[in-house]
C-alpha cells in the first residue's frame, strides 16, 4: 500500500505496534526503558531520546482484550486490595507475570511519575520503583484548589522540571540538549493543535468523529505528542473528518446520528463492544468527552513555566467549579442533547464529583443525563443490564425534550 492511501486507523495501528516494538528492541540492545504515567512533561524523555511505555496504556489494551482477570487476580492475591485503581492491579500484575497476549512490554529502568492525574500513581509508581529497585523522578503536581492555576503552583513544578533535568542527566550520564528540548515542545505543541482540531470535528452537526474511534485515538496522544509520527497521524485523522464532514457524513456508515452526548469518564475497555453497539442501537453517539481537553498540552516553546502551567491544568487537577463549567461549556459547544457518566469504581477522585457535577448541570443546562456502574479494566464491576436500562432512561428523557421542541417550534 502506498503510503500517501494510508487511513488515519491504519496508521495508528502501525504506530502502536511500532511504539511498542521500539521499546522492546531498545531493552533487548541493553539501552534503558521508562515507565512514565499517562499526562506527564513526557518532551524531556524524548528529548533525552529515552523509549518510553505508559502502563495506563498497556492496562488499557489489556483490559480491551478481556484479558485483564489474569492479572488483576494475580495482583489481589499477592495483596493489592479491589479498592486499588484497576490500571495499578493490571501493572502490578505484568510486572510479576511479564506475558501479555494483547502485548508485552519491556520491564522498565526508570519511573516517571506525576500527580497531576491522580494520587494513586503516587503509591502505584513508588511501589514499582521499590519493587524493581530503579530509580524514581517524580513530579508532585498539587490539586489546583483554586479556579486557576496559582502562581506558586507554577514555581513549584517548574523547579522539579529543572531538577527532573539534572536527574535525567545523572541517569543517562549525558547532557539535555536543549535546542532539541525545545524542537520536541515545538513539536508538542503542534501535533495538539492537531489533535484539538480534529476532535473537534464532533461539534458538527452530524458529527463526523465516532467517539470511541477517539478513545482508541487517544493512545497515540498520550504517548506521541513531540514526535513527527504523532504529528502525522493526528493531522491525517483531521483530514478524513474534515472530508467526511464536507460531505454531510456522520459518525457510521450503517446508520444516522440521531442523538448527541458527552461520555464522562474512560471507557470500560472490557465491555467496550457492549457500551459502543448499545448506544449506536438508538443513534446516540459520543460527540467528545472531557478527554479532549486533558492533552492540549499547549505552552510556548522553551518556556518552562508555561510548560510547568499547562501540565498541573487539566481536567483531573482543577477544582469542582472548573470542572462543572467545562461540562456546562461542552454541553453548548457541542450541541450535545445528553450526557452519559461513567462513574468508574477505580477513579476515585473523578468519581466522588460526578454527582455534584452532574447536579449543578442539571440545574444549569436542564440536559439530561444518567448515571452507570463501571470501571475501565476490572469487568466484575460492570452490568451490562444496568448500563441498558441507563441508557434507556437516557433515550427517553432526550426524546421527551426534542419532542417538547419540536412542539415549541411549531407553536
Ligand atoms: S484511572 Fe484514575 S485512579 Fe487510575 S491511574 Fe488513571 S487517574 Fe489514577
Request: hydrophobic share 35%; proline share 4%.
Amino acid at each position: 500500500m502506498s503510503e500517501e492511501k494510508i487511513t488515519s486507523k491504519e496508521l495508528l495501528n502501525q504506530l502502536t505496534a511500532k511504539h511498542y516494538d521500539d521499546a522492546l528492541a531498545a531493552k533487548a540492545e541493553g539501552k534503558p526503558v521508562v515507565w512514565a504515567t499517562s499526562i506527564c512533561p513526557n518532551e524531556l524523555l524524548d528529548a533525552m531520546d529515552l523509549a518510553t511505555v505508559y502502563p495506563e496504556n498497556h492496562a488499557a489494551a489489556i483490559g480491551a482484550r478481556k484479558e485483564a482477570m489474569k492479572f488483576i487476580e494475580h495482583a489481589e492475591g499477592i495483596g493489592y486490595s479491589a479498592d486499588i485503581c484497576s490500571y495499578a492491579r493490571v501493572n502490578m500484575g505484568y510486572v510479576d507475570l511479564q506475558h501479555a497476549e494483547a502485548q508485552d512490554i519491556p520491564l522498565p529502568d526508570l519511573i516517571f511519575s506525576s500527580t497531576n492525574i491522580c494520587n494513586t500513581v503516587l503509591k502505584w509508581y513508588e511501589n514499582l520503583a521499590k519493587k524493581l529497585n530503579i530509580p524514581l523522578i517524580l513530579f508532585d503536581m498539587p490539586f489546583n484548589h483554586t479556579y486557576e492555576v496559582p502562581d506558586h503552583a507554577t514555581n513549584y513544578i517548574r523547579g522539579q522540571i529543572e531538577h527532573a533535568i539534572c536527574q535525567l542527566e545523572d541517569f543517562t550520564g549525558r547532557k539535555m540538549d536543549y535546542d532539541k528540548l525545545g524542537e520536541k515542545m515545538a513539536m508538542n505543541n503542534a501535533t495538539c493543535e492537531w489533535w484539538k482540531k480534529a476532535t473537534d470535528w464532533g461539534k458538527t452537526k452530524p458529527s463526523p468523529l465516532n467517539g470511541f474511534d477517539m478513545f482508541n485515538y487517544m493512545a497515540m496522544i498520550v504517548c506521541m505528542r513531540s514526535s513527527q509520527d504523532g504529528h502525522k497521524l493526528f493531522k491525517l485523522w483531521y483530514e478524513e473528518l474534515k472530508q467526511k464532514a464536507e460531505e454531510g457524513k456522520g459518525p457510521w456508515n450503517s446508520a444516522e446520528e440521531q442523538y448527541r452526548i458527552i461520555w464522562d469518564g474512560i471507557a470500560c475497555w472490557p465491555h467496550l463492544s457492549t457500551t459502543f453497539k448499545l448506544l449506536k442501537k438508538y443513534g446516540i453517539n459520543m460527540v467528545t468527552s472531557t478527554y479532549p481537553s486533558s492533552w492540549y498540552k499547549v505552552y510556548e516553546t522553551n518556556d518552562l513555566d508555561g510548560m510547568a502551567r499547562s501540565y498541573t491544568g487539566n481536567y483531573a487537577n482543577r477544582n469542582l467549579d472548573y470542572g462543572a463549567n467545562q461540562m456546562e461549556n461542552l454541553i453548548k459547544e457541542f450541541s450535545v442533547d445528553g450526557v452519559v457518566f461513567h462513574s468508574n469504581r477505580s477513579c476515585k477522585l473523578m468519581d466522588f464529583r460526578t454527582y455534584e457535577v452532574q447536579r449543578r448541570i442539571t440545574e444549569r443546562t436542564g440536559c439530561p443525563s444518567v448515571i452507570f456502574d463501571g470501571d475501565q479494566t476490572d469487568p466484575r464491576v460492570f452490568s451490562q443490564a444496568q448500563y441498558e436500562t441507563r441508557i434507556q432512561a437516557l433515550l427517553e428523557m432526550m426524546e421527551e425534550k426534542k419532542e417538547a421542541k419540536r412542539k415549541g417550534d411549531m407553536e
